[in-house]
């Protein structure tokens, strides 16, 4: 039979990810060391409460029935939580759970655009940003982002068609993939711009918990006027190490959560109860574990930066994330060329830059899902490589 798939659809295509495992999984059975620093999954375990939390909620049968809501305790917690880790008031009418951000970040467009509809997205950026509004058809658009300006967009440079034509522009900080963590000052610019453009902000807070460098990263929510103009999405995947129970928030604008979630109602039945549980076990126990786990990323993240600027390869520290964003040595072609050779001589896998956007093209992203002796062990092994040399 002759299957004939939407246009949707063909445009996704296996792309690096698919190649990289595969070569991977090459080097594996010929007996080769693999380092794989491509994939952004903590290695660090869930917190003993909220794993219990969540076996004591799956042992009760009635757990096991459709959600359909968000329950009291959790939106409870949700509201503590916030007052205490960001001094941000939200009333219950302003959250909303959702199956994981990248879910997230996909949905909230059908809420928001029509076919046409012009979306601002991040270039570089995480590609869900721009395929959540282009599966709705909308014309998206970037806003680039270079090294030489933090990564911070440049507002004034947005042409004055785009920013008017604009229905809402997704924004992210610290940003997956650049590292990039942003002042208070550009808030207080972008709900500024947000305003007098009449642009709806999503913000997405996926990294606020690991920030290094002495930094303290906060919600977009506590700046006056966030609530009039948009929304935040706030994940317990990294902080919390529960990148598989897939549990996030949307909160803030409470016409933009109703109407998310009219939308939703369509599809969904809610966050399994048990999952419930463990999220708010994880957002009022203690939260210790969060900040020594952030520590280590920082440590590693010296490890593996300054150790590969000793190594002669001028690799600038995190600001932010769980990952490292490092410039492709002179000379080494272009960023999946250099991806494919790195992998080959040293054992080592990121990400070609150019995965993430066109003005990725020219760097390498790293996570850093190993301790420290390991990072330091890396190090060496593109040492030894020779790869730096030529």
């Not at 990289?20 to 903590?42: F, I, Q």
């Not at 219950?92 to 979306?119: F, K, R, Y």
């Not at 009449?198 to 930094?215: C, K, M, P, T």
């Amino acid at each position: 039979m002759n299957f004939k798939f939407s246009d949707k659809a063909n445009s996704f295509q296996a792309g690096i990810f698919a190649v990289l495992n595969e070569k991977k999984e090459e080097m594996v059975r010929a007996g080769r060391k693999v380092y794989n620093l491509s994939v952004g999954t903590p290695d660090f375990k869930p917190a003993p409460h909220v794993m219990e939390a969540v076996a004591e909620a799956a042992g009760n049968p009635e757990n096991y029935k459709y959600a359909l809501t968000d329950r009291p305790f959790l939106v409870d917690a949700l509201r503590q939580f916030y007052r205490t880790r960001f001094g941000v008031s939200v009333e219950p009418e302003e959250i909303m759970t959702i199956n994981g951000s990248q879910e997230g970040m996909a949905h909230i467009a059908w809420a928001l655009c029509n076919p046409g509809d012009v979306v601002l997205v991040p270039n570089p950026g995480y590609p869900i940003f721009s395929i959540g509004p282009a599966l709705c058809e909308a014309d998206v658009r970037t806003y680039p982002l270079y090294r030489e300006n933090g990564f911070l967009p440049k507002l004034s440079d947005i042409p004055e068609e785009t920013a008017r034509a604009a229905k809402y522009m997704l924004v992210s900080y610290p940003l997956n993939p650049v590292c990039a963590a942003a002042p208070d000052s550009f808030y207080e610019e972008l709900i500024d711009f947000a305003e007098k453009y009449e642009i709806i902000i999503l913000h997405d807070n996926a990294y606020s918990d690991i920030v290094y460098g002495g930094r303290t990263c906060g919600s977009f929510l506590r700046f006056p006027k966030a609530r009039e103009v948009g929304v935040e999405f706030y994940s317990l995947s990294k902080s919390y190490n529960l990148t598989g129970a897939r549990i996030s928030f949307v909160i803030g604008n409470r016409e933009i959560v109703s109407k998310f979630r009219a939308v939703r109602t369509q599809f969904d039945y809610g966050v399994f109860l048990p999952i419930q549980y463990g999220a708010a076990a994880a957002l009022t126990g203690p939260q210790d574990a969060v900040k020594e786990q952030c520590r280590e990323y920082e440590r590693r993240n010296q490890a593996f930066c300054g150790g590969l600027r000793s190594i002669g390869w001028d690799v600038p520290d995190s600001e932010g994330t769980m990952f490292v964003w490092a410039p492709v040595p002179e000379g080494h072609g272009t960023s999946e060329e250099f991806c494919m050779e790195l992998m080959e001589r040293a054992g080592v896998i990121g990400v070609p830059g150019s995965s993430f956007g066109s003005l990725g093209e020219g760097f390498l992203r790293f996570a850093l899902v190993e301790p420290v002796p390991v990072m330091e062990e890396i190090v060496k092994a593109i040492k030894d490589s020779g790869i730096l040399k030529q």
